[in-house]
Nanobody, 126 residues
């Protein structure tokens, strides 16, 4: 069974850093593209970043680009999202997901994610 479990969220101050983890089980990271998504209160879910561990390709949406870094550790079957210089507008529930395809067009993530984690909450206070 494919499972994704996010962790690492929390309450931080503006300008702080956090690293989110997405622990995958039931499959190898080489078999899927993994993405990070977020849903802010009252807003639609948006793609943040994706990674293909098999090709080392990474993709970033326009809004967090330059502040967020996605990476993977195949030995741990875990994907990370390092977030720096956090802003109050980064406050959201962050989800990781697995699928076959992810790309960026005009600053937005396009994907076909099929498996989703339950999310981890990030709150950034000003």
């Amino acid at each position: 069974e494919v499972q994704l479990v996010e962790s690492g969220g929390g309450f931080v101050q503006s300008g702080d850093s956090l690293r989110l983890s997405c622990a995958a089980s039931g499959f190898s990271l080489d078999d899927y593209v993994i993405g990070w998504f977020r849903r802010a209160p009252g807003k639609e879910r948006e793609g943040v970043s994706c990674i293909s561990s098999s090709t080392n390709d990474t993709y970033y949406a326009a809004s967090p680009k330059g502040r967020f870094t996605i990476s993977s550790d195949n030995a741990k079957n875990t994907v990370y999202l390092q977030m720096i210089r956090l802003k109050p507008e980064d406050t959201a529930t962050y989800y990781c997901a697995a699928g076959s395809h992810c790309t960026v067009v005009l600053g937005s993530i396009y994907h076909d994610m099929r498996h989703w984690g339950k999310g981890t909450l990030v709150t950034v206070s000003s």
